[in-house]
């Protein structure tokens, strides 16, 4: 079956410092993956989305970036956080389009 | 542009009761996919169930069975004997394919659900 596997549970950062969280995906290959911000436990806005290797698309322009380096690893970064930052990261990923999501066990980020 | 309501913010109830969490849905395919997660307080979204737009038949898994409206652009999900590990946060979404092939889920705001012993 597969698995995303997310780390770490929770950060607490200061303002200005970088960020990089990382997700990996067991179980399955060139799985669709994407970065999920939840806010206030409610709902969830897509970031970032990758269709493979390399292949990045950002739906909402922000503080933050992704990357895929390889087939089963997708990053989020940021070189300086804001307080706006704060939220619930979720790492997804699916098999095909439109195909139910799998998802991490998320990433609390506090920025201070 | 894709939306999903969840009027429903939070609901409580006392175990054994049942329990209708409404999703009104609203989009301009023609072909669409809805979806039902849950979300435990450990925070991991769990996938319950996935529905086309063409299938307007009504599923029943256990305790829990949905209702997928068209006529009404409707997917309400029922708890039938509720239970206290029911309680959760669950999440009705629509996806639309996206041009590079991945698919964009819009979620609906949640509906915080407390089953009371």
């Known amino acids: 079956s597969q698995t995303i596997h997310q780390w770490p549970a929770t950060l607490v950062q200061p303002v200005g410092s970088p960020l990089s969280l990382e997700c990996t995906v067991e179980?399955?290959?060139?799985?669709?993956l994407y970065w999920y911000r939840q806010a206030a436990g409610r709902g969830l806005q897509l970031l970032f989305y990758?269709?493979?290797?390399?292949?990045i698309s950002s739906e909402v322009p922000q503080n933050l970036s992704a990357s895929r380096p390889q087939d089963r690893q997708f990053i989020l970064s940021s070189k300086k956080l804001l307080l706006s930052d704060s939220g619930f990261y979720l790492c997804?990923?699916?098999?095909?389009?439109?195909?139910?999501?799998?998802f991490g066990s998320g990433t609390q980020l506090s920025v201070l | 542009a894709q939306k999903v309501t969840q009027a429903q913010t939070e609901i409580s109830v006392v175990e054994k009761e049942d329990v209708t969490l409404d999703c009104v849905y609203e989009?301009?395919?023609?072909?669409?996919?809805l979806f039902w997660y849950k979300q435990p307080p450990s925070g991991e979204l769990v996938f319950l169930i996935r529905?086309?737009?063409?299938?307007?038949q009504n599923e029943i898994s256990g305790r829990y069975s949905w209702n997928f409206q068209k006529s009404t652009s409707s997917f309400n999900f029922t708890i039938t004997a509720s239970q206290v590990v029911d309680s959760a946060v669950y999440f009705c979404?629509?996806?639309?394919?996206?041009?590079?092939?991945?698919?964009?889920?819009?979620f609906g705001e949640g509906t915080q659900l407390t089953v009371n012993p």
């Open positions: 990758s269709v493979g290797i390399g292949q």
């Open positions: 989009t301009r395919d023609t072909t669409y996919y």
């Open positions: 179980g399955t290959s060139n799985p669709n």
């Open positions: 529905r086309n737009s063409f299938d307007e």
């Open positions: 997804a990923g699916e098999q095909g389009p439109n195909e139910k999501l799998f």
């Open positions: 979404a629509l996806s639309e394919l996206m041009e590079t092939s991945g698919s964009r889920l819009t």
